[in-house]
């Protein structure tokens, strides 16, 4: 039986139509199997939401950190082996790189 992996309906739901759009315009509407999913994939990937779009980096980590919690969730529902993870600090791994924000909160002034 289908499990879902997801408890957040709305906002998983945006999340998933949007990186759906966004993987369909970066390798077609070929099914993608989380075996594929790996360092040169998800470097790659990285290059064309930064390249080719017109994302800022925090929406291109954002993506990058979908990606890496649906593979997580895959490995906690037995989908796929825990040793195809391509994430981690690791050689040869793919690491998230958290961009710098600025903090753009209210003064004691203006409020």
Same mark, same amino acid.
């Given at each position: 039986?289908?499990k ?9 739901n945006?999340?998933?139509c ?9 390798? &077609? ?12 994939y998800?470097?790659?990937?990285e290059?064309?939401?930064? &390249?080719?779009?017109?994302? &800022? ?12 919690l ?9 989908i ?11 050689? &040869? ?19």
């Amino acid at each position: 039986m289908w499990k879902p992996i997801f408890t957040r309906s709305t906002i998983v739901n945006k999340s998933i139509c949007f990186y759906l759009r966004i993987r369909s315009r970066f390798s &077609g509407n070929n099914p993608l199997y989380f075996d594929q999913i790996t360092v040169p994939y998800l470097r790659e990937l990285e290059a064309h939401l930064k &390249g080719v779009s017109t994302l &800022g980096d925090r929406s291109v980590y954002n993506i990058m950190m979908f990606v890496r919690l649906l593979f997580n969730r895959a490995i906690d529902n037995n989908i796929v082996n825990s040793n195809k993870y391509p994430f981690g600090s690791g050689k &040869g791994k793919y690491k998230l790189k958290k961009p710098e924000s600025v903090k753009i909160g209210l003064t004691l002034q203006e409020i």
